[in-house]
């Protein structure tokens, strides 16, 4: 990729950092979506061996 | 019509099935649709005449927008049928779908400020449609805010439903305010009736962009009410049955 590229007519900062901020959302809807399930699995684990009711 | 896939997909133990075969297409797809709206934004499209390089914003601005309004709407839906039917499946998506909708609300406010910076002079403004889409956000963290002070989750859920419904009538006032008041922000190019004042070589990224930023955030959302059904459900036998059939490593999804 040319410099220009990267240099966004000078708006660099402005484009890049929008660009960033998405691909970090959309990072974190991903990552914490799977570590509170990894959370709920570990505490769920733990409780293991208590009866199950059934609705 | 027959309406038992219906009441079938309302349980929670199908819901969660489904979910789980749906979830990785909406991911795959939305990232595929994400990658090549990025590319076409980015490199494709050509600067605008206007604003030069700045206007790449777009496409990841609007979405996000567009994503935090279409959420909360889902999320006061949700609420709605939690509170009427009181059906355990939508309190979950009601919870699953507020830190989802907040994180787009967010990315809007946070890019709106990154365009508004070098077009407007301004980061912020206390403008109408800047204004209601920050009201947006307390009204998501005032619901996850509202989750976490309940220990009981169905008293959380009617609580959160109370607000979701309550803040509805901010969402014509987000989408409106452009019209509604002399606003800095501009009117709506794309998402409006009639023909868009945008040439197809940038409207094209724009939809794209749109698509993935949907079919992401669905992902999200099923994941999280997968979560919050597991949560609600861990006494239940197919709960149970679930975690079993995880086998041995419980971190396998």
């Known amino acids: 990729m040319s410099a220009e590229f990267w240099n966004m007519g000078g708006y660099a900062l402005y484009v890049w950092g929008s660009f960033g901020a998405a691909l970090a959302v959309h990072l974190w809807n991903v990552l914490s979506a799977r570590a509170q399930r990894r959370r709920l699995l570990d505490s769920l684990a733990d409780s293991e061996g208590e009866q199950p009711v059934d609705e | ?253």
């Open chain 2, 1 to 253: 019509m027959n309406w038992t896939w219906f009441h079938r997909l309302g349980s929670p133990p199908s819901f969660y099935r489904f979910a789980g075969t749906l979830a990785p297409w909406l991911g795959g797809l939305g990232l595929a649709a994400l990658a090549y709206a990025w590319y076409a934004g980015l490199v494709l499209a050509p600067a605008d005449y206007q604003q030069k390089d700045a206007f790449r914003i777009i496409y990841v601005h609007v979405p996000a927008a567009a994503v935090s309004l279409s959420l909360y709407m889902l999320m006061a839906v949700a609420g709605g049928i939690a509170l009427i039917w009181r059906m355990k499946l939508a309190e979950c998506v009601l919870i699953a779908t507020a830190p989802v909708g907040a994180s787009f609300t967010a990315l809007a406010l946070l890019t709106g400020m990154l365009w508004g910076k070098p077009m407007w002079g301004a980061y912020w403004v206390w403008d109408a449609r800047l204004t209601s889409e920050l009201v947006l956000l307390f009204l998501y963290v005032g619901v996850m805010g509202l989750k976490a002070a309940f220990d009981e989750p169905r008293a959380a859920a009617r609580a959160c439903a109370l607000l979701a419904l309550v803040g509805v009538v901010n969402v014509p006032i987000v989408h409106f305010s452009v019209e509604w008041w002399n606003s800095l922000h501009q009117g709506s190019t794309v998402l409006k009736f009639g023909k868009p004042n945008i040439s197809a070589q940038m409207a094209v990224p724009l939809y794209a962009a749109l698509l993935a930023t949907y079919l992401l955030a669905g992902q999200a959302i099923l994941r999280r009410a997968q979560n919050e059904l597991l949560s609600r459900e861990r006494n239940t036998r197919w709960v149970r049955e679930t975690l079993t059939e995880l086998g041995g490593d419980p971190h396998v999804s």
